[in-house]
């Protein structure tokens, strides 16, 4: 059964919900949605950083992926006025950086709960509400890094590879109601915001890392600030470039039509999602992740014979 989606309430097109709008990917699939003739409602945990969209018709709400009391009122109201959420776009999130052995895991949770947990939570917020109209559209925005993983940051491709097993059983739960499930997985993004969060968390805690830290502080300032030419600034993409895709997936979701599982976004994407499918770990480690990512040196093994 394949289902109809949520007929519009009051106000113009598809209501649509989207988190972690004050920037970036969030911020852009608003503005892209929004001139689509959806009902946007774009949220963030801190509303005043929402005014310009506000000034430009866009509804606001108030909503922090890891309080439960603002995620289900910001549904409530959508569904107040709507009836359902006819899509909801789960972009909030952040990255963080530095090695594993390195984390506390205080800060290991608050990943977890802002990439995975608030995820989860609002999509079983809004689906009881699509289910009872039809049908409707969850929209997650995973990473390449939802794929495979690279040194320095595993926490935060463990929250993607997490969001992209959720989104493919979710996706078969909830099929036969009318709902559609679906992932894209952009490659790196020319966000300043991302890139100046991800360096930044880039702190010293040891001196093990330390050349490491360096390094990759380096090398993520030149993918998001095109300090330096590297291969993933070359082809990184813009925020619009993911909003584009997501309001293609909405609008297939409104004409009632079934989108794929997953979207890559960018030439980056495409080639880096199917060279790890193809490669075995080994090759894919040398030829790729040692090669163009930092990762940390260790002691050059002495050779037999050598007792300096």
Known sequence: MTGRSPAPGPGAGLPVLITGCSS??????????????????????????????????????????????????AVAKVEAAHGAVGALVNSAGYAMSGCIEEASMAEVREQFETNVYGLVRLSQLVLPAMRAHGGGTIVNI?????????????????????????????????????????????????????????????RPVSRTYETFRRESAEYFEAIYTGSRRTLAGTFAIQSDDV????????????????????????????????????APDVLFDHLFVRRLFPVPRGPRPRKQGDHR
């Open 24 to 73: 970036g990917i969030g911020r852009a699939c608003a503005l892209r949605l929004h001139r689509a003739g959806h009902a946007v409602y774009a949220t963030a945990r801190r509303p005043e950083t929402l005014d310009e969209l506000a000034a430009l018709g866009i509804r606001t709400l108030a909503l922090d992926v890891t309080d439960e009391e603002s995620m289900a009122t």
């Open 142 to 202: 995973s990473s390449i890094f939802g794929r495979y993983a690279v040194p320095g940051s595993g926490f935060y491709n463990a929250t993607k590879h997490a969001v992209e097993a959720l989104s493919d059983s979710l996706r078969n739960e909830v099929a036969d109601f009318g709902v559609r499930v679906v992932l894209v997985e952009p490659g790196p993004v020319r966000t300043t915001r991302f890139g100046a969060t991800y360096v930044a968390n880039l």
């Open 243 to 278: 909003a584009r895709r997501v309001a293609k997936v909405v609008a297939k979701g409104a004409r009632g039509s079934r989108p794929r599982a997953r979207y890559p976004v960018g030439l980056l994407a495409h080639s880096t999602i199917a060279l790890r499918r193809l």
